[in-house]
Every structure is written in structure tokens, then in C-alpha cells.
């Protein structure tokens, strides 16, 4: 079975500086992978996702993420952090087709970003 | 648009009690996914619907029954609730294109916050 697993609870960054947050994921096939950012009381919103292609998916607010596949890895990455990017952050891996579809995600248990003045 | 919208926002049950959340969808989409979100452990897929009048087993469906009658609605039904199943409740939505190599973006709405007593 596909999972991804985010390794922090927290990550507390200075304004200004560069942000990064981890995912890593184990899929049998080939990984779709999302990053979904979460703002207080509110549902989660889209960031950006992979399929195929460039390892470097841009999304939005200026966020990006890396795809490794050596490393298993797709960190969620953002060069120049702001006090509004504060929120929580889920790494999800869609299921992959075999497993009956329905394009279904399995998320990870997210990351509590705190970007500072 | 209104995008993917939950009702009711919040919910205090006593234990035994029922009720049902209704979440609707304005973009024609096929899929239509229900997860709860507790602290620590992510959002978890109760069940989903990958069309009107189908439904399918998540993660976590125990306690849990849906319906589709229409493309558009997708309802959750609690029949006797139980204070495990305190948590926030998020619909979400998606399109889906067709083949394995098609992945499409899950649109959530704002959430049920429900309390079990």
C-alpha cells in the first residue's frame, strides 16, 4: 500500500528566510504526489502536484517542490518565507490505479509551519 | 461559483444520536470523497463516490453510511454516534479524465466540526 510520511510537526522559520518541508512516500507503482496547505478553520487548498516530468513543480503562492526518486523524496519548498505562509501543511499520495482507483489519496499527518518576524 | 460547500459548520450530538452532513458541489465533478481530520493523524477517507448512485469503502467507513442520489450532493449519515467520531468532517470533489496517468486535483470544502457527547 501507498503512504508518505512527513517527519516534522513543526518547522519554525525566520521571515525572509527559505522554507523547506518534508515528505517522503513508498508507492508500488509510479508516485502521483500533492501538497495541500491548510489555514485555520479552513478547508485544505491545492499547492501544487507531480505526475511526471521536471523534477521542479512550481505551485502557488510561490511555493515548489522537488521530486527525488532515489530518495523517495518530495520536499515542499519555498526560497523567501512570509508571517502569512504560517498554516499546516499535508504531503498525499494518490492510490495507485490497482487498488481500484477512484483517485483516491492517502495523506500524510502534516506539518505545522511558524514563520516569524 | 460556489465550489465544494458543507452543512451544517458545527454540530453537538449526544451519543446514540443521528444526523447527516450534506455536502454539495457546483463543478460537475464525478468524484466525491468524505475524510476526517483528527489531531496527529491526517485526514483519513471515511468513503466516496466515483458516481451518482455508486458508493465505495475508505479507510475509516465504521459507523459511517453515504448516499449519492445526485451528482452533485453527496451525503454522510452517522445512525447512532459515538464520541470517536468527534472530529472535522471535509468533503471534497474531483474530476476525473480517464486512464491510469490521469490525476485529478481534490477541491475540499470548509469542514463540519462535530462533537460527540
Known amino acids: 500500500a501507498q503512504s508518505v510520511a512527513q517527519p516534522e510537526d513543526q518547522v519554525n522559520v525566520a521571515e525572509g528566510n527559505p522554507l523547506t518541508v518534508k515528505c517522503t512516500y513508498s508507492?508500488?507503482?509510479?508516485?502521483?504526489l500533492f501538497w495541500y496547505v491548510q489555514y485555520p478553520n479552513r478547508g485544505l487548498q491545492f499547492l501544487l502536484k507531480?505526475?511526471?516530468?521536471?523534477?521542479l513543480v512550481k505551485g502557488s503562492y510561490g511555493f515548489e517542490a522537488e521530486f527525488n526518486k532515489s530518495q523517495t523524496s518530495f520536499h515542499l519548498k519555498k526560497p523567501s518565507a512570509l508571517v502569512s505562509d504560517s498554516a499546516l501543511y499535508f504531503c498525499?499520495?494518490?492510490?495507485?490505479?490497482?487498488?481500484?482507483?477512484?483517485?483516491?489519496?492517502?495523506f500524510g499527518t502534516g506539518t505545522q509551519l511558524k514563520v516569524e518576524l | 461559483n460556489a465550489g465544494v460547500t458543507q452543512t451544517p459548520k458545527f454540530r453537538v450530538l449526544k451519543t446514540g444520536q443521528s444526523m447527516t452532513l450534506l455536502c454539495a458541489q457546483d463543478?460537475?465533478?464525478?468524484?466525491m470523497y468524505w475524510y476526517r481530520q483528527d489531531p496527529g493523524m491526517g485526514l483519513r477517507l471515511i468513503h466516496y463516490?466515483?458516481?451518482?448512485?455508486?458508493?465505495a469503502k475508505g479507510e475509516v467507513p465504521d459507523g459511517y453510511n453515504v448516499s449519492r442520489l445526485k451528482k452533485q450532493n453527496f451525503l454522510l449519515g452517522l445512525e447512532s454516534a459515538a464520541p470517536s467520531q468527534t472530529s472535522v468532517y471535509f468533503c471534497?470533489?474531483?474530476?476525473?479524465?480517464?486512464?491510469?496517468?490521469?490525476?485529478?486535483?481534490?477541491?475540499f470544502g470548509p469542514g463540519t466540526r462535530l462533537t460527540v457527547l
Open positions: 498525499a499520495v494518490r492510490d495507485d490505479i490497482l487498488t481500484g482507483g477512484g483517485n483516491k489519496l492517502t
Open positions: 463516490s466515483v458516481g451518482e448512485g455508486t458508493t
Open positions: 471534497a470533489s474531483s474530476y476525473w479524465r480517464g486512464g491510469p496517468e490521469s490525476t485529478d486535483t481534490q477541491y
Open positions: 508507492v508500488s507503482g509510479n508516485p502521483y
Open positions: 463543478m460537475n465533478h464525478e468524484y
Open positions: 507531480y505526475i511526471t516530468g521536471d523534477n
